[in-house]
Structure formats: C-alpha cells, structure tokens
Nanobody
C-alpha cells in the first residue's frame, strides 16, 4: 500500500516562500502522475500542480510563475516550492499519486488519484 506523508507547511507573510515535501514509501510502477491539491475552508479541493513520470508539468493558472513542482523518483519525493505567496493561497495542501499507464497528460481530476497524503496547512497572512 502506497503511503504519502507531507511536510513543510506553516505560516508565512504575504510575499514569502514555503517549500512543501511529500515522501512516498514506494513507487509501485514507473509510470505515474503526482500532484499537489489544496482545499481552503468552505471551498472545493482544487488542483495546484502535477508532474508526470516524464517530467511533463501542469500548473493551475493561479499559481503559474510562483509555484514549482518537482519530483525525485529515486528518493520517492515530491516537492512544491511556493514563492510570492498570497492570502488566497491559504489552504490545506495535499499530495496525491496515481501509478499506472498514463493516457495523455496528468489532470486535476481528484478521482484519478488513488493515493493521498494527510495534508499540511499553509497560512499566508497580510
């Protein structure tokens, strides 16, 4: 069973930076989509960024140019570097994973991800 554990959340002021990390206990297949989602209170979960096994990337428009997703397959880690943080970035951030054949690019459809971390809180204050 794949287990994902996030770390790196916290509180930061507007314009600051945080780096989230997610560690997996296994990668059962060398084809995958890894993603970061977030959910703010009273809002639906939304996709932030995805990375495919061949490094194909997808970012939500709201974070383009500010956030960077990266993975290290050997270390089984997934990172999210968040710069120029805004109050609207405040949310619980979740890493998610799908292992298997990937047809087309990775998506922000949460139902396609089988494995989820427990979430880490990010709070941006002005």
């Amino acid at each position: 069973q794949v287990q994902l554990v996030e770390s790196g959340g916290g509180s930061v002021q507007v314009g600051g930076s945080l780096r989230l990390s997610c560690r997996a206990n296994m990668h059962p297949f060398n084809r995958y989509c890894l993603a970061w989602f977030r959910q703010a209170p009273g809002k639906e979960r939304e996709g932030v960024a995805t990375i495919r096994h061949d490094a194909d990337l997808l970012y939500a428009d709201s974070v383009k140019g500010r956030f960077t997703i990266a993975d290290d397959n050997a270390k089984m880690t997934l990172d999210l570097q968040m710069n120029s943080l805004r109050p609207e970035d405040t949310a619980t951030y979740y890493c998610a994973a799908y292992f298997g054949l990937v047809v087309g690019g990775c998506t922000f459809r949460a139902a396609e991800y089988y494995y989820w971390g427990q979430g880490t809180q990010v709070t941006v204050s002005s």
